[in-house]
């Protein structure tokens, strides 16, 4: 089936310092991708649409100069949390959807932030 | 605004026996709904999914029963077994152009052996 891979797994930054995350659709190409953010024992909550050869659409209340999303590639979308700050801390998670009949998402492992 | 909630926030099911998991939706459109399965510090698995033209599907060893009359859905894990142990999301799209996933809170299970 299809996969995606989403990298680093976990990581652990200074407060300030900027830390990019990538997801790639490894099997299929993906002109959407998605992003989540997950806080412990709570549920996913979308924070932006990743649209290659475009903008991101950011859900209300994401910062997008805080979230910095590129898609520059049909495999490949990067989230860079800037000058990150503790409350940014977090588990994060994208999301691809497949193309053609039969469409499906297909989730990132997932990427834990921690910021000290 | 509209949302995707369940009944129950923890289960706990004797390995073999089946295991229901509840889920109510409020968007009436709601056309497209989803079945995940999280393991803790991993991503959403697919499970199984189903849509608003159907009442049920079945897959292996699970079985999704929308009742849009009432706007739930369920989950039906048979023989459940040590790996079923995870969190469950529904969610729902309210159409299948836009994907922007909407997802319950979750419910916890877990097997005892």
């Known amino acids: 089936g299809a996969v995606v891979s989403q990298h680093p797994s976990w990581v652990i930054c200074k407060s300030g310092t900027s830390v990019k995350i990538e997801c790639r659709s490894l099997?299929?190409?993906?002109?959407?991708m998605f992003w989540y953010r997950q806080f412990p024992k709570q549920s996913l909550m979308l924070m932006a649409t990743s649209n290659e050869g475009s903008k991101a659409t950011y859900e209300q209340g994401v910062e997008k100069d805080k979230f910095l999303i590129n898609h520059a590639s049909l495999t490949l979308s990067t989230l860079t949390v800037t000058s990150a700050h503790p409350e940014d801390s977090s588990f994060y998670i994208c999301?691809?959807?497949?193309?053609?009949?039969?469409?499906?998402?297909?989730f990132g492992s997932g990427t834990q932030l921690s910021v000290l | 605004g509209e949302s995707v909630g369940l009944h129950l926030p923890t289960l706990s099911v004797q390995e073999g026996d089946n295991s229901i998991i509840n889920c109510a939706y409020s968007n009436s459109a709601s056309d497209y709904f989803i079945w995940y399965k999280q393991e803790s510090g991993k991503g959403p698995q697919f499970i199984i999914d189903i849509r608003s033209n159907m009442d049920k599907r079945q897959g292996q060893r699970v079985t999704v029963l929308l009742n849009k009359t009432v706007k739930h859905l369920s989950l039906q894990i048979a023989a459940t077994q040590p790996g079923d142990s995870a969190v469950y999301f529904c969610?729902?799209?309210?159409?299948?152009?836009?994907?922007?996933?909407?997802f319950g809170t979750g419910t916890r299970l877990t097997i005892i052996p």
């Open positions: 969610a729902e799209i309210p159409n299948f152009g836009n994907e922007k996933l909407t």
């Open positions: 099997d299929f190409q993906a002109t959407t």
């Open positions: 999301s691809a959807r497949t193309q053609g009949v039969g469409e499906k998402l297909f």
